[in-house]
């Protein structure tokens, strides 16, 4: 299996609209995003409609109030990013054996989270960011070519970006950034 190389640095794309500090996304299989935002405790009456810019007027990234941008992000696959909050609860969106990816880093804590796998909300695999010796078969082939092992938070955060990227057949770019997606409260 031949895979393609993301046009633009994934990581760099992130840091340059404001993820600095804390970033938390999660790829998850399933066409209807408002369902999923459902899944995840959304308030449906405090729904805004914003391009991410928008969206990170309310970054708070280590705030109680839990905030989620959310929308298509390729087909069968929708995408949610914790504007305000931890990461949410992704063993909640596993619909029908659907897989959910969650890539995440903090500038204060640990760099560089693991890239995990579940598979109906329940964990199923991970990409070392720490025991990068490790490579679970669902992510073996989509990491071919991509070098993190031992490398800086730069080159983890982007080889496990383009891994996502490989998987859902979309990677990050101004198209995606400026698109208008749903931005949700937790509750």
Not at 66 to 79: F, L, Q, S
Not at 101 to 110: I, T
Request: glycine content about 10%; charged content about 20%.
């Amino acid at each position: 299996m031949t895979f393609t190389l993301p046009q633009e640095n994934q990581w760099g794309l992130l840091l340059s609209h404001g993820f600095s500090t804390r970033f938390a996304g999660t790829w998850v299989e399933g066409d209807d995003p408002e369902y999923i935002a459902r899944l995840l405790g959304a308030d449906p009456n405090c729904r805004l409609d914003a391009d991410l810019n928008m969206a990170m007027r309310w970054y708070q990234p280590y705030s109680t109030e839990e905030v989620i941008w959310i929308g298509d992000h390729a087909p069968g696959w929708t995408h949610f990013i914790n504007i305000s909050g931890l990461s949410g609860p992704v063993r909640n969106t596993g619909i029908s054996g659907g897989r959910a990816f969650q890539v995440e880093w903090d500038e204060d804590v640990e760099g560089v989270h693991d890239l995990y796998c579940f598979i109906d909300g329940v964990f199923a695999a991970e990409l070392g960011a720490f025991s990068p010796e490790i490579v679970d078969p669902v992510f073996a082939p989509y990491a071919e070519g991509l070098a993190w092992k031992h490398g800086s938070d730069e080159q983890i955060a982007n080889a496990f970006l383009t891994v996502v990227g490989r998987i859902t057949g979309r990677f990050i770019d101004q198209e995606w950034i400026n698109a208008t997606r749903s931005l949700y409260r937790i509750s």
